[in-house]
């Protein structure tokens, strides 16, 4: 499926909506098509419709993160890519702002990955199932050359990373990119 037939979704997209991307956002003001709290469930949309699913800053912001994950898995078609962004848990930012309500590691989204020795359907009885296809640690504002290698080191690493030096070279956020397994 080429791009101009994949159908977008931008989940809590705010005024950034994606051309093309139909967009579910909680302000009224914003330019989503569905204006929707993101904390209530189910979402108004319709079940296995889109492709790729984009959830940028907004995570961090909701209460029920495996009941999100599992209205993602509803909306999503087989084989759908997910982009999720939230703050690292070593970043200022996310012990900060007040709404933040979660916190996230690398191994965050392994609780939906059945590969994971994490993973957790028996607890949570999911049934959304997901591939971590990649999860790449960083400061994306005013990065300079000289931290090139020591983010390579992070991304190769980053569990040691985590539990050594998080909070000694803190980074911002954590980009995942998942697979729907349907």
Known sequence: MDAGTKKLLDIGCGFRLRPNATGIDKNPLSPAQLHHDLNVFPYP?????????????????LQDVVAVMEEIYRVSRPGAT???????????????????????TS?????FTPES????DYRYGLTGKFRKISCVIGNYSG????????RYLINKYPEKYE?????LYPQHSLKFTLQVIK
């Open 163 to 167: 539990r050594r030096f998080a909070y």
């Open 143 to 150: 990065e300079s050359f000289w931290k090139s290698p020591v």
């Open 45 to 61: 949309l319709p079940d296995n419709e889109f492709d790729d699913i984009s959830m940028i800053d907004v995570l961090e912001h």
């Open 107 to 111: 191994r965050s989204m392994n609780y």
């Open 82 to 104: 997910v982009y999720i962004t939230v703050p690292h848990f070593s970043s200022h930012d996310s012990h900060t702002d007040p709404t933040h309500v979660h916190s996230f």
């Open 117 to 120: 020795p994490l993973y957790q």
